[in-house]
C-alpha cells in the first residue's frame, strides 16, 4: 500500500514540475484525457447507437450495403443464406454464369453426363478474383465426362452452404457434393453482421443467418436482408436484433465505449490482440459441437437426394507455413481437421497435400495470404478426382 501511494505522489509531482516547466504539454494531456473519460463513461449515454454504427461503418461500408441491397454488387441478397453470387457477371476474372455459378462449361440441357459434382464454400473455393475460371479448383476439375459447378460465394460459412443446398441446390441432382472448409468459415458459425467479425470487409457489410444448439438439435436465426439492411446506419432493429443474436456484437460496444479517441483505442487494440492470442489456448467445443453438427445434417441432407459429401480443409497461407510466432502456437488448423476425421466425415487435408508437393508457399499462395494460385487449384482438383475415383 506504501508503494501505491508513493507512485501516486511520484506522478503527481511530475504533473506538477510538467505544468510549471511544459505548460502547453500539460494541458494537452489534461484536455485529451478528460476526453477520453467522455469518451469512455459519458458519451455512450448521449449519442444513439445509430450514430456509432454510421461512424463504424464508414461511408465505405454504408455505399456498399446500398450497392449490394440494388443488386449492383458481385453479390445479391439472398432470403435463404443472406447473399449468393449475382448471375451473369463478367469483370477480368471473375465470370458468373446464369445460375450464378463460376464455372467452364454449359449445364447439359439433355441427360446428364457420367458425373456432376457440386461444389460449396467460401472463396477459397471459387478462386476469387485472383483467378480464371479455369484455374479454379472446377475448372482443373472439368472434362469431357465431369460437370463441375462451382457455387463457392465469398466469406461463406459452412451453415450458409447447408442452407443454400437444401433451398435451392439439390435440384442440380449432384451425385457428389465437395465442400470446402477453413477456419475463417468456422468464425463465421457465430456471427451474422460481416462487420462486427470483419470490420475490415467494406466491400462486404452484409448480414447472415446462423443456426444454435438447442439440446443437441440445429435451430435456425433466420435474418431478412432487404428489411434489415434498409436504413443502414440508421436501423435501430438491426442493432437490437444483432445485440441479442451475434456473438461478436461486443465488438461494435467496445467501439461505441473505447473506439472514438487515441489512447482508449490504443488500449482496445493491444487488447484485441492479447484475446486473438488467447484464442489460440482455449478449447470452444460449443463452436465444434455445432461444426460438427452442421456437418452431419449436411451429410444427411445430400444423402436424400442420393449424393455423397467431401469436405476439404483448407488452410490459408499461415495455417500452411506457420511462421514467426505461430510456429509455437497450438496448431488450431490440425485441431480442427483431427476432431472432425475423428467423427468419421469424409475429409480431405489440402494442407498435407500442398506439404507433400514440396511447392513453397510463395508458389501456392496469392499475395493476401489467403487464395490459392493455379497450382495450389490443380493439386487440390487431382486429389479430389483420385478419392471420387476410389469411391466410385
Keep these: 500500500m506504501c508503494v501505491a501511494i508513493w507512485k501516486k505522489s511520484s506522478i503527481l509531482a511530475h504533473l506538477r514540475n510538467m505544468r510549471r516547466s511544459a505548460p502547453v504539454l500539460?494541458?494537452?494531456?489534461?484536455?485529451?484525457?478528460?476526453?477520453?473519460?467522455?469518451?469512455?463513461?459519458?458519451?455512450?449515454?448521449?449519442?444513439?447507437?445509430?450514430?456509432?454504427?454510421?461512424?463504424?461503418?464508414?461511408?465505405?461500408?454504408?455505399?456498399?450495403?446500398?450497392?449490394?441491397?440494388?443488386?449492383?454488387?458481385?453479390?445479391?441478397?439472398?432470403?435463404?443464406?443472406?447473399?449468393?453470387n449475382r448471375p451473369n457477371v463478367a469483370k477480368d476474372n471473375w465470370v458468373i454464369d446464369a445460375r450464378g455459378a463460376r464455372t467452364t462449361q454449359h449445364l447439359s440441357k439433355g441427360p446428364l453426363k457420367s458425373e456432376r459434382i457440386l461444389f460449396l464454400g467460401s472463396s477459397m473455393v471459387n478462386g476469387g478474383t485472383h483467378v480464371k475460371?479455369?484455374?479454379?479448383?472446377?475448372?482443373?476439375?472439368?472434362?469431357?465426362?465431369?460437370?463441375?459447378?462451382?457455387?463457392?460465394?465469398?466469406?461463406?460459412?459452412?451453415?450458409?452452404?447447408?442452407?443454400?443446398?437444401?433451398?435451392?441446390?439439390?435440384?442440380?441432382?449432384?451425385?457428389?457434393l465437395v465442400v470446402g472448409l477453413d477456419l475463417g468459415s468456422i468464425g463465421g458459425l457465430k456471427n451474422h453482421y460481416i462487420p462486427l467479425r470483419a470490420r475490415e470487409e467494406t466491400n462486404m457489410p452484409y448480414i447472415k443467418p446462423r443456426y444454435e444448439l438447442a439440446d443437441g438439435k440445429l435451430r435456425l436465426i433466420p435474418v431478412q436482408p432487404r428489411v434489415q439492411?434498409?436504413?443502414?446506419?440508421?436501423?435501430?432493429?438491426?442493432?437490437?436484433?444483432?445485440?441479442?443474436?451475434?456473438?461478436?456484437?461486443?465488438?461494435?460496444?467496445?467501439?461505441?465505449r473505447m473506439g472514438l479517441f487515441p489512447i482508449s483505442n490504443a488500449v482496445l487494440y493491444a487488447f484485441r490482440k492479447v484475446s486473438n492470442l488467447c484464442d489460440y489456448f482455449r478449447h470452444d467445443e460449443q463452436s465444434r459441437d455445432l461444426l460438427v453438427?452442421?456437418?452431419?445434417?449436411?451429410?444427411?441432407?445430400a444423402r436424400q437426394n442420393d449424393a455423397s459429401v467431401t469436405f476439404i480443409m483448407m488452410p490459408g497461407?499461415?495455417?500452411?507455413?506457420?511462421?514467426?510466432?505461430?510456429?509455437?502456437?497450438?496448431?488450431?488448423?490440425?485441431?480442427?481437421?483431427?476432431?472432425?476425421?475423428?467423427?468419421?466425415?469424409?475429409?480431405?487435408?489440402?494442407?498435407?497435400?500442398?506439404?507433400?508437393?514440396?511447392?513453397?508457399?510463395?508458389?501456392?499462395?496469392?499475395?493476401?495470404?489467403v487464395h490459392y494460385r493455379p497450382l495450389a487449384n490443380r493439386l487440390i482438383a487431382q486429389a479430389l478426382k483420385d478419392q471420387i475415383q476410389t469411391i466410385h
Excluded at 502456437?329 to 481437421?337: A, E, G, I, R
Aim: net charge negative.
Design 229 to 256: 439492411l434498409a436504413n443502414v446506419p440508421q436501423s435501430r432493429h438491426l442493432i437490437d436484433f444483432l445485440s441479442k443474436n451475434d456473438h461478436y456484437y461486443d465488438s461494435f460496444g467496445d467501439y461505441c
Design 26 to 84: 500539460y494541458w494537452f494531456i489534461v484536455i485529451e484525457l478528460l476526453f477520453e473519460f467522455a469518451g469512455i463513461v459519458i458519451l455512450p449515454e448521449i449519442i444513439t447507437k445509430t450514430k456509432y454504427l454510421s461512424w463504424y461503418l464508414g461511408p465505405q461500408s454504408i455505399a456498399a450495403t446500398h450497392r449490394f441491397l440494388e443488386n449492383d454488387a458481385y453479390l445479391i441478397p439472398d432470403q435463404y443464406s443472406g447473399w449468393r
Design 133 to 176: 475460371n479455369d484455374e479454379t479448383i472446377t475448372g482443373y476439375f472439368e472434362n469431357a465426362d465431369i460437370e463441375a459447378l462451382n457455387f463457392g460465394t465469398m466469406l461463406y460459412s459452412m451453415d450458409q452452404c447447408l442452407l443454400f443446398y437444401k433451398h435451392e441446390l439439390y435440384k442440380y441432382r449432384a451425385k457428389y
Design 317 to 369: 497461407e499461415r495455417d500452411f507455413s506457420r511462421r514467426g510466432i505461430y510456429r509455437i502456437l497450438p496448431d488450431q488448423y490440425s485441431k480442427v481437421f483431427h476432431a472432425i476425421e475423428a467423427r468419421g466425415f469424409n475429409v480431405i487435408d489440402a494442407r498435407q497435400i500442398f506439404l507433400l508437393s514440396r511447392h513453397s508457399r510463395v508458389e501456392l499462395f496469392c499475395e493476401d495470404g
Design 293 to 301: 453438427t452442421i456437418m452431419s445434417d449436411f451429410v444427411r441432407a
